[in-house]
């Protein structure tokens, strides 16, 4: 059973108002939400390979979305925190402005888990609608919810 992006969010790793801009700072002020996460072995160790992965190649998925993520053996378990930007975020690798941000960390030892994460979540916000759902959550917890409502809908209900 392929892990649910619902189960891995918490109110703590989301903020819905980012004060920065430019792509880099706000991968920086989404990161640090997990600064302090159990499951991050080493956060300069995370945040150094979040950056590389970034400069390799955007992270953008379009439709002012990206996903800044790496692949690590600085976090136990798979880690997720999101921010979400009013005006945008200039990610000038793709000249696109990006509005929700998920940052991820996935161990190197589970692609599995981590490729479904991230198909499940292109899926998530695929269509418009599901988007603007997700950008007029008002509180984390509504954003989670939100999330939760719109995985069960793609991807059925979670079993008991």
């Known amino acids: 059973m392929a892990v649910r992006l619902s189960s891995l969010l918490e109110p703590a790793r989301i903020s819905l108002h980012l004060a920065s801009t430019k792509r880099t700072a706000a991968i920086n002020e989404v990161a640090k939400l997990l600064e302090n ?9 995370f945040y150094q390979e979040l950056l590389a992965r970034e400069r390799l190649d955007t992270t953008c ?3 002012e979305v990206a996903l ?4 690590t053996e600085h ?6 925190a999101v921010g979400r ?9 793709c000249d696109q402005h990006v509005r929700l941000m998920f940052v991820l960390g996935t161990p190197k ?10 198909g499940s979540l292109c899926r998530l916000i695929k269509e ?3 988007r603007a759902a997700l950008f007029a959550a008002k509180s984390p917890e509504e954003f989670i919810a939100t999330v939760k409502t719109l ?10």
């Open 37 to 45: 996460d159990p499951n991050v072995a080493s956060f300069a160790g």
């Open 61 to 63: 998925l379009g439709n």
């Open 68 to 71: 800044p993520h790496a692949r």
């Open 75 to 80: 976090v136990k378990k798979i880690v997720i």
């Open 85 to 93: 930007s009013d005006t945008g975020v200039h990610f000038e690798n």
């Open 109 to 118: 030892s589970n692609p599995g888990d981590y490729l479904m994460l991230v």
């Open 128 to 130: 418009a609608p599901q």
């Open 151 to 160: 995985e069960d809908k793609i991807l059925g209900p979670t079993p008991a």
